[in-house]
């Protein structure tokens, strides 16, 4: 027994100071070997062979990344926790792994899916393994094309005693979906296995499988880790512990004996060296391991907000929302240092100016975090005063005069600057055949941000009125937003499939817009049979019992401002009549008029007592502030002429119910919405008033007896490219407090 571990340990210090000398070695040592464990799942003292399900890779101290289909085969044992998971690494080094997490879980683990479903991946905590070599995850969001190794482990000519296993290839795709291979062949067993950007030295893929064709495959993309936050605040716990591991391994190993994989990264760098006024490995694996002590993002659109600034400073091409999605600070900087974005090596920025954005983007990142007022550990404190040391330190060797100057005032700014906002819109797109299958798109509504002034963005030394409490009413000023789409329907899906169509596609845009304390409004542009549809009820990630209130699995309406719009308006072009309305209830005041004349007295289930032409010149002349209303379903039925009617009309707001059943209260409904009117007064107040009574209404058994009348209630606010001094949907702060000064220095 003494000799075994004695053996192990050589074993360990071997690779800690070989290993990275070239790719074979490098990577050999961190890939494993995934099987079935040892007897009492303790396998470090049981040398006998043991069922071989496929292979893995360290990336972190006692951290294994694989498929989930590899695990998958150890059933129902592994799916609970278990330390169920046998980890080779090397040739004798033996380690019982537990599951911490797998992306998609199976729905029942005693008959696991075939093929797992996309991304296929699990993350293994292998305690005992804290000294094995780990690889270099890369700290970039697009990935390819790229040259490549695929390496893993394949069964040998020895049952149970599999071959290590190398090869070669290009890799394409993988922004949305799986990594296509080719030039290369996996065989069996390799699934799990890294695929590895031999021109950059970074993990890009895990293998998933031969593909149909001869010299052909699929791997995951790691970026597809991301989708750890979405599945709520453990698994978002579960990839910045990961990554924090990652960081600090690699900075130790570089500061170590013996080789490394960030001087690795230098002798691949041009030339065979990377210029020391470039973003060199070195200060890769310095910022990088400081950027994992600070608290994570809050989503992609803190990061993405930040990198923009700093690319628009020195880059003059900032990327947009719909390309990109980083969770942690690490790949902020790989956006800017090494963007890659389908151009050629040679297109990509100086390294001048490379190093000159990492280095804003980090002041950013020092300032946003400091500018929160979260207190604090005494570790992330620390962490925060060594990030703003290392940009004081690297800001000395840039050759740029002006980004010299301006990293100053970053770090000591008294108060963030004017974030940009985006909102998103779903679009869904009429049944034009009549199969009853609708088109649709996720998209981003995006308003510019202020520039920073030369005072730091203070606004005491600038001289203008810091902003009171209240609602963030746009200026006429304001510049008008643009849309970018995230992602669209691939093919028409039934209306009841619509919400979970979509979700994956919301999610990921709201992660993006969510930036600071901007919260985002979902805008949903909708045919007009599709009005009732109940989208204020529809979760932007599903709902889980155990955890009720998560922010992200509630219901939209009971969070977000959500509003409707009207798709045919995309076809019919904006009128004069649409225009002045816009302007008139933005302006306010606002007034209740009914949708169907009769209705007020006698209830949605009369017959209708006047014509649609009737109702269209009554509407027409109703007072410029006049809001349509009606007590049950405009998509359908009677309440669908007068909704069109209305709409010709030039309306830009209404109200109705999305259902016709279980009320008689037409007067009472009709009575408070009019007083709702009177009390907001214009246009933009609707949506915050309107979440409120949703709120109030959300317990179906204990409903708000001040607000029952609201119950199922819809708004339409709909103007035209939005009115003069009508930005996009804005709601109070969380909380006002007064600009906090930030120490000059740590």
Known sequence: MRDTTIRRAAVRALCRVNAPTGFEGAVRASVVRIGAPGEGYDGSSDSSPRKFWGSGFLVAPGWVLTCAHVVGKGAAAVWRGERAIGITIGDEEVHSGELAFGLPLPEDPRTPPSP??????????????????????????????????????MPGPVKDEPMYFSGGGTATGGSAGPVMLSGGQLTEGCSGGPVVDVRRGAVIGVSKG???????????????????????????????????????????????????????????????????????????????????????????????????????HVLQSPYTLREHDPRSWREGAGLLYDPRDGRAPDDEPSRDLALEAVVLYAAKVYAALT??????????????????????????????????????????VHRPAVAARADVLVEIDPDIYGTGRHAWRVALLETEAADEDETGGNPEASGEPSSAPGYDVASESEPPRSMTTVAQSREDVPR???????????????????????????????????????VDQWRARPYD????????????GQRRLVVLRDRLRKDHGVTPEWRARAEAVAAGPLEAVPLRRDVPGTG????????????????????????????????????????????????????????????????????????????????????????????????????????AWARHVVLLYDPPHRAPGDGPLREPPLMHRPPTAVRSTP
């Open 371 to 412: 500018l929160t007022g979260t207190p604090r550990a005494p570790k992330a404190a620390r962490a925060l005063a060594d990030l703003h040391s290392w940009v004081e330190a690297t800001t000395l060797t840039l050759r740029n005069d002006v980004v010299r100057a301006l990293v100053p005032k970053l770090l000591n």
């Open 545 to 556: 019992p155990a955890d009720p209130f998560n922010p992200h699995t509630l219901p939209l």
């Open 116 to 153: 797992w479903p996309f991304p296929d991946l699990a993350l293994v905590r292998v305690p005992g393994a804290e000294d094995a070599d780990c690889l270099w995850l890369s700290d970039r969001s697009a990935l390819t094309p790229a040259e490549i190794g695929l390496y893993g482990w």
């Open 496 to 534: 009841t499939a619509l919400e979970e169509a979509v979700r994956g596609a919301l999610s990921l845009a709201l992660s993006q817009c969510d930036v600071d304390q901007h919260l985002a409004a979902v805008e949903f542009m909708l045919p007009r049979a599709l009005f009732d549809e109940p």
């Open 210 to 312: 031969k593909g149909r064709q001869q010299g052909s495959g699929l791997a995951t993309p790691v970026t597809a880790l991301r989708q750890l936050c979405d599945t709520g605040p453990r698994g978002a716990r579960v990839l910045h512990e990961v990554l924090t591991a990652h960081d600090r391994h690699h900075l130790r190993r570089y500061y170590g004996l013996g080789d490394s994989w960030p001087r690795l990264h230098a002798r691949l760098g041009p030339a065979s060296g990377e210029p020391a006024h470039g973003f060199t490995a070195d200060r890769r694996a310095q910022l990088y391991a400081l950027f994992a002590d600070l608290e994570p993002p809050t989503g992609a659109g803190q990061v993405l907000q930040l990198a923009n600034e700093a690319r628009n």
């Open 604 to 707: 949605h289930d009369e017959p209708p007592t006047e014509g649609g032409q009737a109702a269209y010149g009554r509407l027409l002349t109703a007072a410029p502030g006049a809001v349509p209303v009606y007590c049950a379903r405009a998509g359908s039925g009677p309440g669908a002429r007068a909704m069109a009617a209305a709409l010709a009309a030039g309306h830009a707001v209404a109200l109705w119910r999305h259902t016709d059943a279980g009320h008689t209260d037409c007067a009472e409904f009709h009575a408070h919405a009019a007083e709702l009117l009177r009390e907001a007064r214009t246009a933009r107040q609707l949506p915050v008033r309107i979440r409120t009574l949703r709120n109030g209404n959300a317990d179906d058994d204990a409903p708000d007896p001040t607000s």
